[in-house]
């Protein structure tokens, strides 16, 4: 008897992965479907969905958690300040955790291929694709290859009465996990087009709202208190995004340049990540030299550059990390931030670790460590933009002489 084939495949339910159930089988010629969902914190009414329809199309459904491991990669981000053109990355980093999760079940479950429903168009296949293809199974896209179209899909899907969530696929594309959802399509594919206010679902209208303080606690970069509570990654996310919703904090609505060249009008909420990001580089500022500051700017925009294209096992990212964790090792300490009126700011910091000094600052006290007093300013006061005035005048006397010679 010849050996049955088996493909994992990435199941949302969606009208996408719910085509490819039948194309895999029938244009592929796979004898068997799996699908993998995996948790990094979408809504509960998403897996039952998935579970619906994976059963209504016979299709064996596997759900892995991946919420912790996805916490914690998130707060690796906050480490590196990381954002992308302004964009916390909760759908990027979400993608090599749950193909990495995927990847693991097929192969538990003797798979000879990975499959996914993205289009030709979006980062996802390259996410995706960027970590399956390290693996010996072989890797499908039907979606892509096939060259579909979501009008084809949905007249297909009638066709064949597969099952849709009722039809209803909803006016946009939402991606949710606890770092962010992103809310595309419909007509906010205009970038003139002013979302309606129906779109939001973490962050609220703060208008009449009282502010409220957050005070976060951080141990080497990392948060490990809230109100002086310890909380592990997950709860941490979670509540923050409740309580920094609430005043509306964390909104984004911007052109995000995607992989490959393609604009692409984004809104974004994500309450807890503007928090945590907010709070952490305001205790970087009290601890950091300037030159680490300044250095570590262009070290934190790589690593988001990377996690933004789903590469974040690159060689080059532990690099990145090497100064990114040496330089939070003194990343201890607690912020307060303020929630008010859908901004979010630091309002206090403190830690063993600052580099500030009230003496020094204030010159309360005549010397510092060592004996310098004011005085000591006055010589590099003498030089500070010699080089600049020296330049200036041999421009205008080099004018003058090329003046002169006409
Ligand atoms: N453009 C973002 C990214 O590539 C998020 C896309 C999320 N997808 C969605 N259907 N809303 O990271």
């Not at 996805?70 to 990027?92: D, H, I, M, W």
């Not at 970590?131 to 979501?150: K, N």
């Not at 990390?321 to 206090?348: A, D, S, W």
Request: aromatic fraction near 6%; charged fraction near 30%.
């Amino acid at each position: 008897m010849p050996e049955t084939t088996r493909v994992a495949l990435a199941f949302s339910g969606g009208l996408d992965t719910t085509v490819c159930v039948p194309l895999l089988e029938e244009e592929y010629g796979y004898d068997e479907v799996i699908g993998v969902t995996v948790d990094v914190g979408q809504p509960a009414k998403e897996f039952d969905e998935a579970e619906e329809t994976a059963a209504a199309l016979g299709v064996e459904q596997h759900v892995v958690d991946a919420r912790e491991e996805f916490a914690e990669l998130c707060l690796r981000s906050v480490k590196a300040n990381a954002t992308y053109q302004g964009y916390p990355l909760g759908t990027a980093l979400a993608r090599p955790v749950i193909a990495k999760a995927i990847r693991d079940v097929a192969l538990a479950e003797d798979c000879d291929a990975l499959a996914h429903g993205c289009t030709g168009k979006g980062n996802d296949q390259l996410r995706f694709e960027a970590v399956w293809r390290d693996s010996p199974l072989e890797v499908v896209a039907p979606v892509r290859e096939l060259g579909l179209t979501r009008e084809w899909e949905k007249a297909y899907a009638e066709d064949r009465g597969l099952p849709l969530e009722g039809g209803d696929e909803g006016r946009y594309s939402i991606d949710t996990n606890i770092w962010s959802r992103s809310i595309e399509g419909s007509e906010l594919e205009d970038p003139a087009t002013i979302p309606e206010d129906d779109i939001y679902d973490w962050t609220d209208d703060p208008s009449g709202k009282e502010p409220e303080l957050v005070e976060i606690e951080f141990d080497a970069g990392q948060p490990v208190a809230l109100d002086g509570e310890p909380v592990g990654p997950v709860e941490l996310i979670e509540g923050l995004n409740e309580r920094a919703g609430a005043h509306g904090v964390g909104r984004t609505d911007m052109m995000e340049d995607r992989m490959l060249g393609l604009k692409v009008r984004e809104n974004y909420e994500h309450p807890a990540a503007t928090v945590l990001l907010t709070a952490h580089e305001a205790l970087e500022q009290l601890v950091l030299t300037q030159e680490e500051r300044q250095f570590k700017q262009q070290v934190d925009q790589q690593w988001a550059l990377k996690g933004y294209q789903g590469l974040i096992d690159a060689p080059f990212v532990d690099a990145l990390e090497g100064f990114i964790e040496t330089t939070n090792e003194r990343v201890t300490g607690t912020v307060t931030v303020k929630l008010e009126g859908g901004h979010c700011r630091p309002v206090g910091r403190e830690s063993a670790y600052a580099v500030y000094s009230e003496s020094a600052a204030s010159f309360d006290e005549e010397t510092v460590t060592g004996a310098i007093t004011q005085e000591d300013a006055t010589g590099v006061a003498k030089y500070h933009g010699f080089q600049s005035r020296l330049a200036n005048r041999a421009i205008e006397s080099a004018r003058q002489g090329a003046n002169t010679d006409e």
